[in-house]
């Protein structure tokens, strides 16, 4: 069974910074794309970034781009996220996607929410 548990989540004010972290199992996650992705009320939940086999950061929002850095840690079975000079419209709830890269089926955290407000 394929878990994905994002963590890190958090209230931190504008222009602070929180990492984001997202565990996977069950899955053969060094051969794993991994995505983060967004999503706030009454809103399509959009791509923030996709995280590689090889760990190259791509497909990054243009709204975060030069702010927010994805990373992985294959031993740790772990993709992060680290945001740095938040803005309030980076309120929302961020989830993390993991898809085997031969592979079509895309698995889901249940997100962790982020606030950004004074």
């Known amino acids: 069974q394929v878990q994905v548990v994002e963590s890190g989540g958090g209230l931190v004010q504008p222009g602070g910074s929180l990492r984001l972290s997202c565990a996977v199992s069950g899955l053969d996650f060094r051969a794993s794309v991994m995505g983060w992705h967004r999503q706030t009320p009454g809103k399509q939940r959009e791509l923030v970034a996709t995280?590689?086999?090889?760990?190259?950061?791509?497909n990054i929002a243009s709204s975060v781009r030069g702010r927010f850095t994805g990373s992985r840690n294959d031993a740790r079975r772990t993709v992060y996220l680290q945001m740095n000079d938040l803005k309030p419209e980076d309120t929302a709830v961020y989830y993390c996607?993991?898809?085997?890269?031969?592979?079509?089926?895309?698995?889901w955290g249940p997100g962790t929410q982020v606030t950004v407000s004074s």
């Open positions: 996607s993991a898809r085997w890269h031969l592979s079509s089926q895309e698995y």
């Open positions: 995280i590689t086999v090889g760990g190259t950061t791509t």
